[in-house]
């Protein structure tokens, strides 16, 4: 009898503490696969509205300097990197030959000058003969004939058009003499600029042959210190934008690789091109960014990383990107929003290729633009967000018992979806300009998995 009385004690206690472990065990299974949601905060703050883009800085003037003669280069007077002034020499040609030119041209010019003394001398003495014979006509006709008084004046005739020509000749070896020099100046390569050689394409010795076309041997950079250009690429759907920053006078800052601790602030929208190109059907244009560079830690050729400063939202209500990227599952929805899923469903073509004829008119693709900026964000339902019956019924069974916590903050598992009008953005948060939010709710982002913290 004592034996089947234990026995059935212990089945007893083995029920109970089977029947409370399979009511704790399953409030245990029910808490773990419950969804544990990820969600970030409403905030009041400022947001910047931004471009970013990709630019190569270059001087605002690349100054080639080549060679007008031919010649071995004979020395060389400045180097890469040197800062020069206009006039200095750079570098001098073998100017041998061009020496000798103008000593044959100089020595031609006065053998010009020397025949045309000569035939100032035979015209002289032919004038005088003619006056003679003329003179000896009219004291007596039989003195001289009509024959040697034509040949005296066309004698005189001959000699002026002989002067003419010699004179003639003067200025061609005068300006053959002046050929000569030029070339000779030529031979000394000058900086017709100030600025700093970024370039040297010519080494002492080597032998320059300029017939066809002149060689380039400088590059030379004018005020790289007062100011540089960044020429970067602008996507046609953000040329508007960047227009509006140049309008206003918006900064732009940007940093280069050599430098990924520092960024340059100050430069300025200097100019947008209206030369567009187009590269696998993406059209950009060429928007022109200037900058002062005292120190010269820019330098030609660096890659610029650019922010473009299009606006500054200052104090207003802000929710994080990844909220609105959020499309909740339907069995997570209360049954009251179950309607909401749906104005976030839109048609997709069954094909990858849409015909012209699927595509929408532009008026509608504009409505639709302006259309999504009303947005559904997701929060948590409360027991204060449960109709008006189920909270008093609440209230009311709990009278007689301890204080319930506050309905506001007691979640049931459910999301309850928020209309919002949205409009600018950034890279993280997007300006919220209409809706029922305040800065510190809670909205919902994504799903952790099961087992996540």
């Known amino acids: 009898m004592r034996t089947l009385i234990k026995t059935v004690i212990i089945l007893l206690v083995l029920g109970t503490l089977g029947y409370f472990g399979a009511i704790y065990g399953q409030k245990w299974l029910a808490e773990r696969n419950k969804p544990r949601f990820r969600t970030a905060f409403v905030e009041q703050g400022d947001l910047r509205i931004t471009v970013n883009a990709t630019g190569q800085l270059e001087p605002t003037l690349s100054v080639k300097i080549g060679s007008f003669v031919s010649g071995p280069i004979l020395e060389l007077y400045a180097d890469h990197n040197d800062e020069v002034k206009t006039h ?24 010009r000058v020397g025949d045309v003394a000569r035939v100032q001398a035979e015209l002289q003495r032919a004038r005088n003969d003619e006056q003679r014979s003329a003179a000896l006509k009219a004291e007596n006709e039989d003195f001289i004939s009509q024959a040697e008084l034509d040949q005296f004046r066309f004698s005189r005739m001959s ?3 002989q002067l003419l020509i010699s004179e003639s000749s003067v200025k061609q070896a005068q300006a053959n003499l002046e050929n000569s020099k030029a070339n000779l100046e030529y031979t000394e390569i000058k900086s017709p600029v100030d600025g700093t050689v970024i370039d040297r394409k010519i080494d002492r010795g080597q ?23 960044i020429r970067a690429s602008i996507d046609e759907a953000d ?5 509006e920053a ?30 567009s190109a187009t590269t696998q059907n993406v059209v950009t244009y060429p928007v022109i960014v200037s900058t002062v560079n005292p120190d010269l830690k820019l330098l030609p050729g660096m890659t610029a990383n650019l922010t473009f400063q299009i606006s500054e939202l200052n104090d207003i209500l802000k929710v994080p990107n990844a909220a609105l990227r959020y499309f909740p599952d339907k069995t997570l929805v209360r049954d009251e929003d179950q309607q909401l899923l749906e104005l976030n469903f839109s048609p997709e073509p069954d094909d990858e290729t849409v015909t012209s004829s699927e ?10 633009t302006i259309a999504s900026s009303k ?13 008006t019956a189920t909270n008093e019924k609440s209230s009311s069974s709990g009278a007689a018992g301890p204080p319930k916590s506050d309905p506001s903050k007691v979640l049931t598992g459910k999301l309850r979806g928020i209309h919002i009008e949205i409009g600018d953005s950034d ?5 919220v300009v209409s809706g029922d939010l305040k800065a510190g709710d809670e909205l919902i982002t994504g799903v952790k998995p099961p087992g996540a913290p």
């Open 88 to 111: 200095q020499i750079l570098a001098k040609i073998d100017p041998r030959i061009y020496i000798a030119s103008v000593q044959r041209d100089e020595a031609a010019l006065g053998a």
């Open 159 to 161: 000699l002026e058009a």
């Open 207 to 229: 032998t320059l042959a300029a017939q066809f076309q002149a060689p380039e041997l400088f590059v030379i950079a004018p005020r790289m210190r007062e100011e540089m250009l």
């Open 239 to 243: 040329i508007g934008l960047i227009r």
């Open 246 to 275: 140049k309008d206003s006078n918006q900064p732009v800052v940007f940093s280069v690789d050599a430098y990924p601790e520092k960024v340059f602030t100050g430069a300025q929208v200097q100019q947008i091109r209206l030369s």
């Open 359 to 368: 595509t929408p008119p532009v008026d509608d693709i504009a409505t639709a």
């Open 375 to 387: 947005r559904i964000v997701w929060i948590q339902e409360t027991l204060a967000d449960l109709p």
């Open 427 to 431: 890279y993280q948060f997007t300006q």
